[in-house]
């Protein structure tokens, strides 16, 4: 059997106020104290109290509701400290804490920032809009509970002004997601020329992405077969797009257009809600209220949540299913051995690389640092509650639906699929809802 759990879990603890009552018991020696002393010894254990809770590291657990009593005083421990580390120290931060388990309080402070900051409504006066597709977070990545993937129905189009002339970081350069909201006043509009329509997105599942953030870019590179999208004929050959600005290569969006959790969320406030933040050519838009939007403070904190949320999956065990997922050649592309310091990285069923799934999968006037036909492999963690539509577009009604939609360097495996009996087909479809 596989270990595909992370290490990551919530230890519940006793909050200071329980445990100061669990200290201060009752006794009937308690009666001939006099006010002043009772008074004394119940700072005492109250400074007690504190400092075994900050030496244990007592987890949070807040409701789905919102935060739980001592929520307020862990969150206002430490707020700016983050945001004096530098981009990479704070990638390699993550990844120490999630090799060892152990997280500090101030960076359970800043998680459960973000929890909250997933959950809030944000309104016109925190810089909503003008266009906007949701008004949280947690509106579009709910299922199963959030951080998961968006509704069934829910999608964002995608525009695309064509070939890049140059190497610029920003999403902006490739792509615009188009508003499906606009606030009164301003009217509806789509993103101007020559921007086009090239197709659409399913919300993803952000569910466990710190243990993707932080997979060494070494690892990532030694399975490239290809140092370019132009692979062979028939053979799957998968490539990493290059490092850029030394935060290691990309990793998130389908189109491998970011690093790390910190741009994919800055994307994700100014195209999905309309909100600014200090990244470059995401920091101004025309409403009324003053740039940027949404602190450096605040987008650590989300980059938090999501990285320290529990990774969807479960136990798989060695069995027919996986044998035949091997067989048709599944596992050359959603397949990763990674790990971290030492820690085995949760398998998320996924190389990481690009590969050319052919031309039922091409996005028209998308040549950009990924060709239209290529994308990055999707990750299969979370399949057990997911129930549709699949693909990267939503284009797969069934999970049978998606494996026959493969192409390009996948075609062998998709032809290895169908020479299988019915009987196994189900048997490795049904193996795949076990993800």
Same mark, same amino acid.
Not at 4 to 18: A, I, K, M, N
Not at 85 to 110: D, I, P, W, Y
Not at 121 to 129: A, Y
Not at 297 to 316: E, K, R
């Given at each position: ?216 870019? #070494? ?15 028939? @053979? ?7 490092? #850029? ?17 910190? #741009? ?10 309309? @909100? ?20 450096? @403070? ?113 075609? @062998? ?23």
């Amino acid at each position: 059997m596989m270990r595909l759990r992370s290490r990551y879990q919530r230890d519940v603890g006793l909050s200071s106020d329980e445990l100061i009552d669990s200290l201060m018991l009752r006794s009937p020696s308690e009666a001939w104290m006099s006010r002043a002393r009772a008074k004394i010894l119940w700072l005492a254990l109250l400074g007690v109290a504190l400092l075994t809770t900050l030496w244990a590291g007592a987890q949070l657990v807040i409701d789905e509701a919102g935060d739980d009593g001592g929520a307020a005083a862990f969150a206002a421990l430490g707020a700016e400290l983050l945001t004096s580390q530098g981009f990479t120290e704070r990638v390699e931060m993550r990844a120490k804490a999630l090799a060892s388990g152990v997280h500090s309080t101030q960076l359970k402070a800043s998680i459960a920032r973000g929890r909250a900051l997933f959950y809030q409504v944000r309104t016109v006066e925190q810089g909503l809009g003008p266009g906007y597709n949701g008004v949280s977070c947690a509106e579009c990545h709910a299922r199963p509970n959030p951080p998961g993937r968006g509704p069934a129905g829910r999608f964002a189009r995608v525009f695309s002004a064509g070939p890049r002339q140059t190497y610029s970081p920003s999403p902006t350069a490739e792509a615009r997601v188009a508003q499906s909201r606009w606030l009164a006043g301003h009217a509806s509009r789509l993103p101007p020329a020559p921007f086009r329509e090239i197709g659409r997105r399913r919300p993803p599942d952000l569910r466990g992405l710190g243990w993707i953030e932080v997979v060494p870019v #070494e690892q990532i590179q030694r399975q490239t077969k290809c140092d370019s999208p132009k692979a062979p004929p028939g @053979q799957v050959c998968g490539w990493a797009p290059p490092k #850029e600005r030394g935060a290691g290569s990309l990793r998130f969006g389908a189109k491998m257009v970011t690093a790390t959790l910190e #741009e994919f969320i800055t994307g994700a406030l100014y195209f999905e809600h309309g @909100q600014t933040t200090r990244a470059p050519m995401m920091n101004r838009d025309d409403d009324d209220v003053a740039d940027p939007e949404v602190s450096e @403070q605040d987008v650590i904190d989300l980059a938090n949540y999501v990285a320290f949320s529990p990774p969807p999956g479960g136990d798989v065990f060695e069995g027919k299913g996986l044998k035949l997922f091997r067989q048709v050649g599944c596992a050359d592309c959603h397949w990763g051995d990674f790990e971290i310091d030492g820690t085995e990285v949760p398998q998320f069923w996924s190389d990481l690389l690009v590969h050319n799934l052919g031309e039922h999968h091409a996005e028209l006037d998308y040549e950009e640092r990924t060709p239209g036909t290529h994308w990055r492999t999707l990750p299969l963690w979370g399949l057990r509650d997911h129930q549709g539509p699949y693909l990267t577009n939503g284009s797969a009604k069934t999970l049978a639906d998606a494996v026959m939609r493969h192409g390009g360097e996948a075609l @062998q495996s998709r032809k290895r699929y169908q020479e299988l009996d019915e009987g196994e087909q189900n048997e490795l479809v049904t193996f795949l809802k076990t993800l």
